[in-house]
Nanobody, 118 residues
Framework: VQLQASGGGLVQAGGSLRLSCAAS????????MGWFRQAPGKGREFLAG????????WYASSVKGRFTISRDNGGNTVYLQMNSLKPEDRAVYYC????????????WGQGTLVTVSS
């Protein structure tokens, strides 16, 4: 599976952005897709996940209520709607997929930079 993340940019604090992750290749057997981010000097942080079949979602406590993960209607694009952005949300945002429940996330996309000005 190949992933292409897009939608990052510069936004003022309190603003919103919607990131997209387009998946191609053998997507029919995927278990889930997730969004992660990595801020300068920090480790990679899980943000949100969505089951490929059924659409169940789950979130990290740091973004729950501000970020929403969704998938286009049966398609291969997953979105991350980010509202009430804060300067500390500045990071490179990545998407990744799980092939099964017991597998780690992989097939990382190239990342998209989000910058939030105060």
């Amino acid at each position: 599976v190949q992933l292409q993340a897009s939608g990052g940019g510069l936004v003022q604090a309190g603003g919103s952005l919607r990131l997209s992750c387009a998946a191609s290749g053998r997507t029919s057997s995927l278990y889930s897709m997730g969004w992660f981010r990595q801020a300068p000097g920090k480790g990679r942080e899980f943000l949100a996940g969505i089951r490929w079949s059924g659409g169940r979602t789950w979130y990290a406590s740091s973004v729950k209520g501000r970020f929403t993960i969704s998938r286009d209607n049966g398609g291969n694009t997953v979105y991350l709607q980010m509202n009430s952005l804060k300067p500390e949300d500045r990071a490179v945002y990545y998407c990744a997929v799980q092939a099964s429940e017991i597998r780690d996330f992989g097939s990382w996309g190239q990342g998209t930079l989000v910058t939030v000005s105060s």
